[in-house]
């Protein structure tokens, strides 16, 4: 946790120091310092990384064993429902009551946001039509699917029109295609919609799509926090695909000097300058080689986990 | 928006067009707790007889709410037929008559209330807008008293709007009928807070169902053969004081000594101490519901 980044507090999304959570003896968070910058902010950690504890901490609901906490520009120990009012949260677990249409249950939840009765229908039609439900929003939610289910949970997080909605994974359950489609959602919310996201999952590929920047927890403490495009910006790796012969390529390769490595099918041969396409090319043609590919390696969020504790002060966010 | 006839891409064009609607925000007020709260109270209420919620839950509320109120019909039918100043029977005798009925509503209406938003996960959802748990609490306990009163409440208007129809006197039927009005309202704020503790205390519904209805069956039940008991062995004043076993026959004495209506039950509260234990079990149990209720809620912020 580092204290660089005081100058942005009136930018701050969300922003924490110290931000610790015990239950019992159990540590849920544990000395948290991030701050945060507006746009889709991804929150990543294993199941029980303290993610839901998190959540319910920034909407106010969770009191902080020690540290603090501010959530657009407001504090969570006091200023909880204010919070509420401008923040939307869709729970991982499920709220819909069986016995009701979505219909009816956004317009309450609107109402419950404080809403009037006329805007709160308005605001209704408008967010299950944003989120993709038409015709069957006017059937009892006990039988919808598991993907309309989703869509009616995040369309009560943005019925009052909220400036940061919290989304507790929102991807759960769902089949590719309807995570792809939550997914677009997500981003469309972060860009057309210009509201701030914070969405958590346990599975890092799917926020490197759609998220400006990524916080890494694992067992309640920071392990990484920084801009999705930092994190996956192009490392110095240049990855070559050949039909067969890898052998001949990279030991020739190396005659010319490049550091080569065989992994499996593929070699990877450090990036020194741009000659060194020219080399793999002239290699593989000298060979009588099928070059099938040649790429820049990018890093994956993935990496983070196997680099976990060898680097965690870097805190300051997009 | 209308794309229609918009040629061989109308399909595509009017998704096209949804889309381009873009998002709008919201800029119009935004209301505080108090309308908050009245919000979940009219919802709560609508829901106590199924409106705004699935054609089947409609049928419960709507069965037990002709139930209490068809035979009043019947009574108005055959006064105005026999004719004479006097109702076949009076105003609170006419619901401590039917106190199977509104046990069962109660039964049926208080977990509809409070343990769906348990068993579904929708009260974490409630706390995470800008309302407190009191604010929640008190919503419901209204909600909830308010609908049990509107079950009492129509039998005795039907009777009293029939004594006018029969042209029985105004000057009598009005103050019993306001009385007994008083007396449906005390009975509602007592069943509701009993049958929402059991409830809140029970997220599976059948099981709050039948914890309510026997708890308020098995009261009367047991009041009812102690107070014959206790006649039967010349031991009146403790008679009196089995009253307040059960709600029914309780709010009956304390309504009895307050508002003067008839009592119904046997006996009454013994004197003017009878009304001061009568009066404070009453006010202890309602205090007391809502205690429990707000301690229930303390601890919830989600699964």
Redesign the interface.
């Given at each position: 946790m580092s204290d660089q980044a005081t100058p942005a507090t009136g930018a701050s999304l969300i922003r924490t120091e110290g931000l610790t959570k015990r239950f019992g003896t159990v540590t849920a968070v544990d000395g948290l310092g991030v701050d945060v910058a507006p746009g889709v902010v991804g929150l990543v950690g294993a199941n029980g990384a303290g993610k839901s504890t998190l959540l319910k901490m920034f909407l106010g609901l969770l009191t902080p064993t020690s540290g603090r906490a501010s959530v657009l520009g407001l504090d969570v120990a006091t200023e909880g429902e204010r919070i509420r009012e401008r923040v939307g949260y869709m729970p991982e677990h499920d709220c819909l009551p069986p016995d009701m249409s979505a219909t009816e249950f956004v317009v309450q939840m609107a109402r419950l946001s404080g809403l009037p009765r006329t805007s709160a229908r308005e605001r209704t039609a408008d967010t299950l039509r944003h989120v993709g439900l038409y015709e069957e929003r006017y059937r009892p939610m006990g039988g919808y699917s598991t993907g309309m289910r989703q869509r009616v949970k995040l369309a009560q997080a943005l019925a009052h029109d909220p400036q940061l909605v919290l989304l507790d994974e929102p991807t759960n359950g769902l089949d590719p295609a309807g995570r792809d489609e939550m997914l677009g959602l997500i981003r469309r919310i972060g860009t057309e919609f210009g509201i701030s996201v914070l969405v958590t999952s346990h599975l890092l590929g799917e926020l490197e799509r759609v998220c400006d920047s990524v916080v890494v927890i694992d067992g309640g403490r920071l392990l990484r926090s920084s801009s999705t495009a930092d994190m996956t910006a192009v490392s110095s790796v240049v990855v070559v695909e050949v039909d067969a012969g890898e052998e001949d390529l990279a030991a020739r390769l190396r005659r010319d000097g490049l550091g080569v490595e065989r992994v499996g099918r593929l070699l990877e041969i450090g990036l020194r300058d741009d000659g060194i396409y020219d080399l793999v090319r002239d290699g593989a043609a000298d060979l009588g080689i099928g070059l099938v590919r040649m790429e820049r390696r990018r890093h994956r969020m993935a990496e983070l986990f196997a680099a976990r504790h060898d680097e965690g002060g870097d805190v300051r966010v997009g | 928006m209308s794309v229609e006839g918009a040629g061989p891409a109308a399909g595509d064009r009017e998704h096209g067009v949804?889309h381009d609607?873009?998002?709008?925000?919201?800029d119009?007020?935004?209301?505080?707790?108090s309308?908050?709260q009245r919000?979940?109270f009219t919802?709560s209420l609508k829901g106590s007889y199924g409106f705004?919620?699935?054609a089947r839950?409609k049928v419960m509320p709507m069965l037990l709410l002709a139930a209490m109120c068809v035979p009043t019909l019947i009574i108005v039918v055959v006064a105005s037929v026999t004719g004479g100043d006097e109702l076949p029977v009076g105003y609170t005798a006419y619901l401590i008559q039917l106190q199977v009925v509104i046990a069962v509503y109660v039964a049926a209406q208080a977990p509809a209330s409070v343990s769906?938003?348990l068993r579904?996960?929708?009260v974490?959802?409630?706390?995470?807008?800008?309302?407190?748990r009191v604010d929640y609490v008190r919503a419901k306990y209204a909600a909830s008293a308010t609908a049990v009163f509107v079950l009492l409440a129509a039998p005795l208007t039907i009777l009293f709007l029939g004594a006018l129809l029969t042209e029985m006197p105004l000057g009598e039927h009005l103050p019993d009928y306001l009385r007994s009005l008083a007396f449906a309202a005390l009975l509602a704020v007592v069943l509701a807070g009993m049958g929402l503790v059991i409830a809140a205390f029970t997220p599976r519904r059948g099981l709050g169902i039948a914890a309510i209805v026997s708890v308020l069956l098995v009261l009367a039940g047991v009041q009812t053969a102690a107070q014959n008991i206790a006649v039967v062995e010349g031991a009146d004043t403790a008679a009196d004081y089995l009253g307040l076993i059960s709600p029914f026959s309780l709010v009956d004495g304390v309504a009895h000594d307050v508002f003067g209506t008839d009592t119904v039950l046997w006996g009454e509260p013994p004197g003017a101490v009878g009304t001061a234990v009568f009066v404070a079990v009453t006010v202890l149990l309602v205090a007391g519901c809502y205690g429990l209720l707000l301690r229930r809620y303390r601890k919830v912020?989600?699964?």
């Open positions: - | 949804i609607i873009g998002y709008r925000h919201y119009g007020p935004r209301l505080g707790r309308y908050i919000s979940l919802e705004g919620r699935a839950t769906r938003d579904f996960g929708i974490p959802l409630y706390f995470s807008r800008p309302m407190r912020t989600g699964t």
